[in-house]
Nanobody, 115 residues
């Protein structure tokens, strides 16, 4: 069984920063495309940022220039550095690891940005 364990969420004021971490329990990590998704109350889950096994990144337009996704294959960890946080970034953030053969999700971590 593969587990994805997220950490780093919390409450922060607008303009502040948080770093989310997601540790993958097995060595599939190096073969996976990893991503951070978020879901705000009453809204659909959306992809915030993704990073391929080759390190190619992509971001939703609303976070470009503020968020940075990175990965450490040796630590089987993917990070999301979030700077310049806005109240509209408030959501539950989920880590995902997928390939053609698997699709795993973490349990989610709450990020709340106060104005």
């Amino acid at each position: 069984q593969v587990q994805l364990v997220e950490s780093g969420g919390g409450l922060v004021q607008a303009g502040g920063s948080l770093r989310l971490s997601c540790v993958v329990s097995r060595s599939i990590f190096s073969f996976a495309t990893s991503g951070w998704y978020r879901q705000a109350p009453g809204k659909q889950r959306e992809l915030v940022a993704g990073i391929s096994s080759a390190g190619i990144t992509n971001y939703v337009d609303s976070v470009k220039g503020r968020f940075t996704i990175s990965r450490d294959n040796a630590k089987k960890t993917v990070y999301l550095q979030m700077n310049g946080l806005k109240p509209e970034d408030t959501a539950v953030y989920y880590c995902n690891a997928r390939s053609s053969y698997f699709d795993y999700w973490g349990q989610g971590t709450q990020v709340t940005v106060s104005s």
